[in-house]
């Protein structure tokens, strides 16, 4: 297609039912091994100050049944008319994309794939190009149209990096794994016991969780040393708890959901001296978890 070319919604969905998936072509179904693609370390280290982040990826990825790695075939402005509740300011592109990889997707895709991508033009009015650039995509399909997909949010077509490759693997990876962290909702109730000697104790704090899994901190005071703390994610805290590694789904969960203070109903029960405390000690968490680091808009 002509970048150039005015599409009709109507001709385009027709024409995406009546498309076959190229034929004689096997469809591309998720690579066995999410190592499949990797790519070293000082090259994820190398574009990782650029495009999304972690949580701006984790976003997407949690959200979107299918995820490729594609490169784009060409673009097809679509008639403004023609394009129900585009935002003002943006234009509307049909995009068909040749598919490297798929990442994540059960059913498979066909080869060639196609979707619609609200773009801004820049000052001068020129929309991007986007022909033969390689492209992450966050999707999830149209009933009966099995060579389209319609991306999960307005920003779900990224730049392909080493960097936001590898993460996209590793997040679809790890969300799937039967140890799984559970979706947090919000903070529980705060306890505090203090300890037998002046400055130490013991803070717990529950948090809530979308299934009802047991999700706890714990933040432990000594005399003359640095306050220590861990997460638990079953109803006993044991040695092997700790604090999570930065850039994982689980520091992702806490981080990117959790109050940047502990709520007052939390420490309800508590004694002044205590609920102050524990109060401490929740900050004491937070800033040791870091910025969630997000910078899109959900």
């Known amino acids: 297609m002509n ?38 370390g000082a090259a994820v280290q190398q574009d990782s100050l650029a495009g999304p982040g972690y949580a701006d990826i984790a976003d997407l990825v949690l959200s979107a049944p299918v995820i490729a790695d594609a490169t784009v075939r060409s673009t097809a402005k679509i008639k403004p008319a023609e394009a129900p509740n585009l935002a003002p300011g943006l234009v509307r592109l049909y995009v068909e994309v040749d598919v490297t990889a798929l990442i994540r997707g059960a059913d498979g895709l066909p080869p060639r794939i196609g979707y619609l991508l609200d773009v801004a033009p820049d000052s001068a009015g020129r929309v991007p190009k986007f022909k033969k650039a390689r492209v992450l995509l966050f999707a999830r399909p149209v009933a009966g149209a099995g060579n389209q997909v319609q991306l999960v949010a307005p920003d779900a077509q990224i ?105 007052e109903r939390s420490t309800g029960s508590l004694e002044a001296a205590d609920a102050a405390i524990a109060r401490e000690d929740y900050a004491f968490v937070i800033a040791a978890l870091g910025p969630c680091g997000r910078t899109r808009k959900i």
């Open 3 to 40: 970048s150039s070319l005015h599409v009709t919604a109507s001709a385009l969905s027709i024409a995406l039912l009546a498309l076959p998936a190229c034929a004689g072509e096997m469809p591309v179904r998720p690579q066995n091994s999410y190592a499949n693609g990797a790519v070293s």
């Open 159 to 263: 730049d392909w990096t080493p960097s936001a490759d590898a993460r996209a693997r590793k997040i679809a990876k790890d969300a799937l794994a039967s140890d799984a962290p559970p979706v947090i909702t919000g903070i529980g109730n705060a306890f505090h016991v203090a300890g037998a000697l002046p400055g130490e104790g013991e803070t717990q704090i529950f948090l809530t969780t979308a299934d009802q899994r047991p999700v706890s901190l714990s933040v432990l005071r000594r005399p003359g040393e640095q306050p220590r703390w861990a997460v638990a994610l079953s109803e006993i805290v044991d040695e092997s708890a700790a604090p999570p590694a930065p850039e994982t789904l689980l520091w992702y969960r806490m981080a990117c959901a959790l109050p940047p203070t502990l709520p």
